[in-house]
Nanobody, 124 residues
């Protein structure tokens, strides 16, 4: 059974920074691509960052240059460093595991192990 726990969400001012963490158990972490997703109220869940098992990273245009995804295969930890936060970054953030060659544009049905999410609120 795959267990995913996201953490690190908080309320911050616009322009601030946060680092989200995700721990995953129940799968061979280094055999999967990992992704960060977010869902704002009344909007669809969207992929924002992904990292393959070999470290290759992908970002959506809305976060490119501001967010950095990283993984520690030895500790089964995924992180998302977020800087220059904007009000429109307010959302529930989730992580998930995907096929080895998945990227940020891979459809949601290809990702699995969704956790409860962690809330990020950015006030302007």
């Amino acid at each position: 059974q795959v267990t995913v726990v996201e953490s690190g969400g908080d309320s911050v001012q616009a322009g601030g920074s946060l680092t989200l963490s995700c721990t995953i158990s129940g799968l061979s972490f280094d055999g999967y691509a990992m992704g960060w997703f977010r869902q704002a109220p009344e909007k669809e869940r969207e992929g924002i960052a992904a990292i393959r098992s070999d470290g290759v990273t992908y970002y959506s245009d809305v976060v490119k240059g501001r967010f950095t995804i990283s993984r520690d295969n030895a500790k089964n930890i995924l992180e998302l460093q977020m800087t220059s936060l904007k009000h429109e970054d307010t959302a529930m953030y989730y992580c998930a595991a995907g096929p080895r060659r998945a990227d940020v544009c891979s459809p949601l049905y290809r990702w699995s192990g969704w956790g409860q999410g962690t809330q990020v609120t950015v006030s302007s």
